[in-house]
């Protein structure tokens, strides 16, 4: 049995915002804008995974959510303490460079970590986590 990653969901509270940060800052390609029933869902990947796809979706994506659900949710995501995604980089410096140079909110600058990768931290334009990891020694 083989089992990869298709899929991915990261909340945000502005799709035009995401799709600025996601394929203009970190280079992902927008391959999928659907709406439905008053939501969007946006679809990115990087271009050398074509077969992983990280879902852009509204902080709570269930139609039937009530009010109160909605708006803790927005709380949690305005704190940022949703949960985060890690991407792999071949250099974490250059990548640090690139997100910061571009505006993007700095969480950490790039450091050597304990357990084998050079890291960076960034917030996106909703409040997500997104660290940048790099193997030491690559």
Known sequence: MDITLSQCFIAVDDH???????????????????????????????????????????????PNASAGDRQAMAELMAKGLLHGVIFATDDCDATFERISGAGGEVLQEPMDQPYGVRDC??????????????????
């Open 16 to 62: 035009d915002k995401a799709i600025a940060f996601y394929r203009d800052v970190l280079g992902l390609e927008v391959r999928n804008d659907v709406g439905f029933e008053g939501m969007r869902w946006v679809t990115v990947g990087a271009p050398s995974q074509p077969d992983v796809n990280i879902v852009l979706e509204p902080p709570i994506a269930h």
């Open 121 to 138: 931290a960034f917030r996106d334009p909703a409040g997500n986590l997104l660290r940048f990891t790099q193997p030491l020694g690559k």
